[in-house]
Every structure is written in structure tokens, then in C-alpha cells.
């Protein structure tokens, strides 16, 4: 059929409601996609941070040369990364994952060994005088006093990743980044609109849900009336 003047569509317009209702589903499945490979990307990251972390606070040698060796991995260019994991990983959603979790390593083992350093020594000595061992002081002491500065490196790290998923789309596996490199192909503005926008949309839902259980689990900082 020929499209009607009033088609938003056929006149390629950026704000086109018939968009969204006849590709709903592409949509979701776009989304789904994007918010897999984030969250499986920072929960890996972060599994492999902390150590990192506890490793770089316990022994203070080891702090320069972890901190040196995952800046440097931040440094690599996205497109570079993911040419270096290729013959590892191959055209996967695994390489996308694999490099969004060596570019959250910088932030989060920066953030959590900064937490950690911030813990007071008293604190440290009194958990030490009251028979803790090193194992129990981390666990209930400095870990949960360290947890308003790792959180603030996982929120910054989430976001990053919200924003870097869209380059997996070189791969075919980008999320919403798919939908963004096609529409920029064939100059569908709709689309490329649609999907950036859901893009932030991702991101400042994940920061403010990480933001809500910040909060969540240390009511100690929050502001005293």
C-alpha cells in the first residue's frame, strides 16, 4: 500500500509514534539484550574487583600494579578491545561481555581499594581488640564502611556499560546498539532516535535503582535532618 501522507514513517521523521507500536517487539527484545549484557558484564566485573581490591589493601605492593594494569585496559580504545578478544571469544556475546568487564575493572577496584583505605584504624583496632579475625573484620567491618564509595564506582560503572553495550553491535550482539548502527546505515531516523533515547532511559533507571539501594543499606550516611 502507499503510505499516506500522514505516515510518520514514510516521511522518516525522528518523533514517529507507529515506530514504537509496530516494532514493539524488536524493541523489547533490543532492550532485553542491552540490560543482559550490562548486568552479566558489572556482576562479573565486580566479582572479580573485590578480590583485586581486599588484595591491594592487604598488601599495599600489590596496589600499584593492579591499579597500573586495569587503567591501562581502560585506555583501549572499544574497537581495539574487542579485535584483541576475537580470536579468543570469537563473534559472541561473551566477547562483549568479556571486554565490558576489563573496562568496569578500573573504576570498581579503584572505588572499592579507596573505600577500604578510608576505613579509620581505630576502627580497625577496636574490631582487632574484641578478638575479630581478618576474615570477620573484612566482612562486617570494612566492607560495609567501605560500601558508600564502591557503590559510587558501581553506579559509574553501570552507566558505562549502558553506553559501551552499543558497540557490541560491531559484532552483532549491541543491544539497542543493533538498532542504532542500522538506523544510522539506512538513515532511519525513528529508529536511531527510539534507541538512543532508550539507551539513557537504561541508564538512568540502573543508576537510580542502584542509588535506591545505596541508600538502602547505608542509612548511617544519609543527611540528618
Not at 514514510?10 to 523489547?28: K, P
Not at 581488640?129 to 564506582?153: C, D, N
Not at 529508529?191 to 543499606?217: E, F, K, P, W
Request: positive net charge; contains cysteine; charged residues 10%.
Amino acid at each position: 500500500m502507499t503510505a499516506t501522507p500522514d505516515d510518520c514513517l514514510a516521511r522518516n521523521e525522528w518523533i514517529c509514534g507507529d515506530y514504537l507500536s509496530s516494532r514493539r517487539e524488536i524493541l523489547l527484545d533490543a532492550v532485553i539484550q542491552h540490560v543482559q549484557l550490562t548486568s552479566v558484564s558489572v556482576l562479573i566485573g565486580l566479582a572479580i574487583a573485590l578480590p583485586l581490591a581486599v588484595l591491594g589493601r592487604r598488601w599495599g605492593w600489590a596496589a600499584g600494579p593492579v591499579l597500573a594494569v586495569t587503567t591501562i585496559l581502560y585506555t583501549i580504545p572499544s574497537l581495539a578491545m574487542f579485535s584483541l578478544l576475537l580470536p579468543l571469544y570469537g563473534l559472541s556475546s561473551t566477547l562483549v561481555v568479556a571486554g565490558l568487564v576489563l573496562y568496569s575493572l578500573t573504576l570498581l577496584v579503584r572505588n572499592i581499594l579507596a573505600g577500604l583505605r578510608a576505613v579509620p584504624e581505630d576502627t580497625r583496632q577496636a574490631a582487632r581488640g574484641m578478638g575479630y579475625g581478618p576474615i570477620r573484620q573484612l566482612l562486617t567491618v570494612e566492607l560495609p564502611l567501605a560500601l558508600p564509595a564502591a557503590m559510587a564506582g558501581l553506579r559509574i560503572a553501570t552507566v558505562s556499560a549502558v553506553s559501551l553495550v552499543t558497540v557490541g553491535a560491531i559484532v552483532g550482539f549491541g543491544g539497542l546498539g543493533n538498532l542504532i548502527y542500522s538506523g544510522m546505515n539506512t538513515y532511519f531516523k525513528a529508529q536511531v532516535l527510539t534507541a538512543s533515547v532508550l539507551c539513557v532511559v537504561i541508564a538512568v533507571v540502573a543508576d537510580l535503582l542502584l542509588l535506591g539501594i545505596q541508600r538502602l543499606i547505608t542509612p548511617w550516611t544519609r543527611a540528618r535532618p
